[in-house]
């Protein structure tokens, strides 16, 4: 959990003190240096005191296509003439939020949607010790076509599972239905989850990638806002497959709204999962961890 350890104490400072680092180093039986290679690779982590309000304003295609680069010159120009001080305003890679650019990070919170007037009323506010709100969620106008549940009960599929323990038919429906990886790969989902089941072994985990850091894709975001139930229970699911404990989420750190939304339901749904075990004592955990 060093990544955690080094959120909490740059939340606290602003960013990590030499001192904050040793400490840390001691607390925790890490090597000084291998804090620092963590520090140094996220480009998030600052190893010094940051400017009062700095301002990270995405370049990438989508952000460019609504005219960021003039947005972002147009508050600078603005900042150098009327202030505040003490402002840094920079290009930055995709922030995840191609569908609501233009899009900027102020001091580490994600705003989009943004004009030349709400920016600038953004760095001001942030000036002035008042941070802005993350982007929330729009809620859907109508339901998803790929929730089977839609507006009624939720979580049937793994309590089935459960109460069934059909492992040996779950694998076989993964198979025919052709489920594949997307990370280039193509390997077959009902396939993976088999051989890691088969595995020796009694420490075993479900990892789900929500780090989606390539430009122009939100698909991943999106569903962890309208459908974190499916990404939950499809963790489940694969928690009893493979006879794994622990499920960890690694999720980008611009996406802090939806992970706030995956901790809320990973709670719940633990707790209605365990509550249609009955004897079988799923004791699972889970993990949420930014990067």
């Not at 982590?45 to 990438?60: H, T, Y």
């Not at 009323?121 to 106008?141: D, F, I, K, L, Y």
């Not at 249609?276 to 004592?281: L, P, R, T």
């Not at 004791?283 to 949420?288: F, G, N």
Request: net charge neutral.
């Amino acid at each position: 959990m060093i990544i955690e350890e080094l959120r909490a104490i740059q939340r606290k400072h602003g960013y990590l003190p030499a001192e904050e680092l040793t400490a840390l180093s001691q607390r925790t039986q890490a090597p000084l240096y291998q804090l620092h290679g963590v520090a140094s690779f996220f480009p998030h982590f600052r190893l010094a005191p940051p400017p009062r309000v700095e301002v990270l304003a995405c370049s990438d295609m989508a952000c460019h296509l609504r005219d960021a680069d003039g947005l972002r010159r147009t508050v600078e120009a603005r900042v150098a003439q009327l202030g505040p001080a003490d402002v840094v305003i920079q290009s930055t890679s995709c922030l995840g939020q191609c569908d609501r650019a233009p899009a900027a990070s102020i001091n580490d919170v994600i705003c989009a949607g943004l004009t030349a007037e709400s920016l600038y009323a953004h760095v001001e506010g942030a000036a002035a010790g008042r941070a802005p709100a993350h982007v929330q969620a729009a809620a859907s106008a109508a339901p998803l076509v790929a929730d089977p549940y839609g507006s009624g009960s939720r979580y049937s599929a793994v309590r089935q599972l459960i109460a069934g323990g059909d492992v040996a038919g779950t694998l076989a429906a993964l198979k025919a239905s052709g489920l594949r990886g997307m990370g280039g790969a193509g390997f077959g989902t009902g396939l993976k989850w088999e051989i890691v089941k088969n595995a020796p072994g009694r420490e075993k985990y479900v990892v789900c990638n929500a780090d989606e850091s390539e430009p122009g894709t939100i698909k991943d975001r999106f569903i962890m806002e309208h459908a974190p139930h499916l990404v939950i229970e499809g963790m489940m699911v694969a928690l009893v497959v493979t006879g794994a404990r622990q499920g960890i989420i690694y999720i980008r750190h611009e996406y802090e709204g939806q992970r706030e939304v995956l901790q809320r339901g990973s709670t719940s749904a633990t707790g209605t999962a365990c509550s249609a075990a009955a004897s079988s004592d799923p004791t699972w955990a889970w993990t949420l961890r930014s990067s």
